[in-house]
């Protein structure tokens, strides 16, 4: 039998560690449909029951003001499954059984898992689980997801539900005088729906948008009725609805507290109080937060890229193995599948070579999350926040956005919506696209590790804290001016308990973010190279210009001949076949020799002997070395032309042809059409700019051992100061086209969308454009302009934060 469960729970209740527990491996990873909230699904099986867990994003309710409960809410209302099972915090009971109260209400058999037992009995709070199951009618399971405590309990709870349902009785709160207000609604949903008409009607009377969109399909007034009803009772009784349910529950989820639990060390301080002393003290916790940042940036970014030294020689190797089942070249006439088959595993391998940085940083933070550190960081910073007109709410769209570095504008201005004080809401989704998003972060590693090599730390702070600071600028201003009168509400937020974190629950969520980062370096990522590869190819090479590149070809051609005639072995190469057969055969031995392959040797010996004497010629061989001499030759010559007809094929390309057009502004900060073009490409999807680079500045098909930044700093001409301006330029440079769309629904708005689009770019254009400009005149070093850059803007960040912040939330009246 087919089974489905989901899992729900507050943040931070464990939620992911009990889902890691019962599914153990077997777990798929995807989106939720239309949205980027993950959507983690499990399988097991137990006795004859096979199940599917869904685990829904973490929520303190079910209302719809953040994506993460609508999300929720929508997987129960559409894909009804068979169970909830509802993990709670047992430490902090009260505030769980708020949502347990809402997911009872739905009608749903419910299976309540008072996980962190453990922690509960270490801080004396005794907590009987059979009078809880008595009073909500439904099972309780103690458990503890960290220690492995439960599993088996919580398996056999399942499945006893499941062969129960048939017994399963509606769960329903008496809401005393709102009682004849969700009776009348009811009687206004006419279809029958796999949930409950009462919990469905209780929703509407709640405001729900969900709910609204469910039920308008089949009684177009709904909506109007339940507005009638929400201002009836108001009229009636002066409170509203939402309010009044809403300490319904509490006053629920009281009774149930005070009746089954009892703290024995109420007044004794906890190990969670010890620490916040120190980590929310007011003159330590900003220390502490810089040095936990410099630990991240150091462990993930410095020492994760000396990692990909072991990383690289496997993805030379997967070039070499694309390479080598591609149509081989002619000399100087590659075949366009061989051309489109590089170009696509160059932009896989320019991204893919950050894996190892990604890994440590997303397990780092999974860490943070884990503890509990990044609520008291939202803390932390509410203070520094509040001065810029932004929230603490605020934090988590940032972090998510990519504050920590590594995250996704497109979440980060979805999270928004939980944002009550709508000024902060409108500054911080303009301000989340300027964090350093995922697919900022190997165009970064890519300039640092062309340009700043032994500065990269240094470099790397720089730009994962200036991002912050020009948020803040941004905000302040916008807070100072557009935004003035907007409204604006108070930070609230508790705090949890700190955990220790699990080694699986790291690894796990570690990969679940790396595997959805290769997902999308192999679709979107891939995708876009296909256009941009399209584009980089039409209209083509001239046939003027095409026929110098043959004369070209049949001048080293010729030269070969003449060098090797005199030799035993001439014979054998007077065909253009057999010479480009010995070329390719050489290009392909020097490639995986590169690439660190250690059998190389035997296995060309065994491929072909000859060919193999030709290019590791015998000590005693005259002829064979006179050959191989000429072959390195004549395979420079081949690089020289193939890398010149590249040139001229993208110069005079459709986007080439972009970014040329770009070049007269552009110049100002030192761009030339090659940076254009890979910003244009990064406008679809920001990772197709290291991919594009990558692929631009590859020199041919042999040069598998250079990575794509040793590719740039020899390629490019570029110098520290170029890549300071290109780097000032992406940390300020406007939102893709995902984020924009997501700007958009947010703001409700196409004005705010193009003021997203447009002040970062005249803005990123123009400090690129300065900072080149001067330190091109000083003749300073891309260091030196970059700390520059960054003093000005923390100076500038900190004189706007002493101005005061002005809470006024109306205007007019009589003018004096």
Partial sequence: MNVKIALAGQPNCGKSTIFSMLSGIRQHIANYPGVTVDKKSGFFSYKDLDIEMV?????????????????????????????????????????????????????????????????????????????????????????????????????????????????????????????????????????????????????????????????????????????????????????????????????????????????????????????????????????????????????????????????????????????????????????????????????????????????????????????????????????????????????????????????????????????????????????????????????????????????MSLVMFYISTITIFTALIIAKILTMTLLKTRETAPFVMELPSYHMPTFKGVIFRACERVWVYIKKVCTIVLAVAIVLFALLQFPGVSHDKRAEFEADEQKILTTFDKKISKTKYHENFKSRQSVSELLNFYDSYRSKKMAGSKSVDEDFKNKDEFLYSIIRPASDDKDAKLINRELRNLSKGRDRILREEKNVRIETSLLGMAGRALEPISQFAGFDWRINVAFLSSFAARESAVATLGSIYETGANENAQRAEEMMAENSGYTPLHAAAIIIFMLLTPPCIATMVVVKLQMNSYKWMLLSLFVPFALALIMAALVFSIGNALNLSGLVAMSCYYIFIVATAIVLGLIPEKRINWQGGLKN
Wanted: contains cysteine; charged residues 25%; hydrophobic residues 45%.
């Fill in 55 to 455: 685990d829904l994003p973490g929520t303190y309710s079910f209302s719809s003001y953040s994506l993460e409960e609508r999300v929720a809410k929508e997987f129960i209302l559409k894909d009804s499954p068979d169970i909830i099972l509802n993990v709670v915090d047992a430490s902090n009971l009260k505030r769980n059984l708020y949502l347990t109260f809402q997911l009872l209400e739905m009608a749903k058999p419910v299976i309540v898992i008072l996980n962190m037992w453990d922690v509960a009995k270490r801080r004396g709070i005794e907590i009987d689980a059979n009078k809880i199951s008595s009073m909500l009618k439904c099972p309780v399971v103690v458990a503890s997801g960290a220690k492995k405590i439960g599993k088996d309990e919580i398996l056999e709870a399942i499945f006893s539900v499941y062969n129960q349902k048939q017994n399963y009785e509606e769960f329903k709160i008496n809401y005393e005088e709102l009682e004849p207000f969700i009776y009348e609604l009811e009687k206004d949903i006419k279809t029958n729906y796999d949930i409950s008409k009462r919990w469905l009607a209780i929703k509407a009377l709640e405001g729900d948008s969900v709910v609204y969109e469910l039920l308008e399909d089949k009684n177009r007034n709904f909506k109007e009725n339940s507005k009638k009803q929400i201002d009836k009772f108001k009229n009636i009784h002066g409170f509203n609805t939402e309010n009044f349910l809403a300490s319904f529950r509490y006053d629920s989820a009281q009774i149930v507290s005070d009746k089954c639990t009892k703290e024995t060390k109420k007044d004794k301080e906890t190990l969670t109080d010890k620490i916040d002393k120190i980590v929310l003290n007011r003159w330590l916790s900003f220390p502490i937060l810089f040095l936990i940042i410099v630990a991240i940036y150091q462990l993930a970014i410095v020492f994760g890229y000396h990692l990909t030294n072991y990383t690289w020689p496997i993805l030379a190797t997967l070039k070499n193995f694309v390479t080598d089942i591609l149509p081989a070249a002619d000399i100087a006439h590659v075949p366009m599948l061989t051309d489109l088959g590089i170009w696509l595993i160059n932009s896989l391998n320019a991204l893919l070579n950050y894996l190892p940085i990604f890994f440590i940083l997303f397990a780092l933070i999974a860490i943070l999350e884990d503890v509990g550190y990044m609520p008291r960081m939202a803390f932390i910073l509410d203070r520094v926040f509040r001065k810029f007109g932004l929230h603490g709410q605020s934090t988590l769209p940032l972090v998510l956005g990519g504050a920590f570095v590594g995250g996704c504008a497109v979440p980060g201005v979805m999270a928004t919506k939980g944002i009550a004080d709508d000024r902060a809401r409108m500054a911080t989704i303009f301000t989340v696209p300027l964090m350093n998003c995922l697919a900022k972060v190997p165009f970064y590693t890519l300039l640092l590790g062309a340009f700043f090599k032994e500065h």
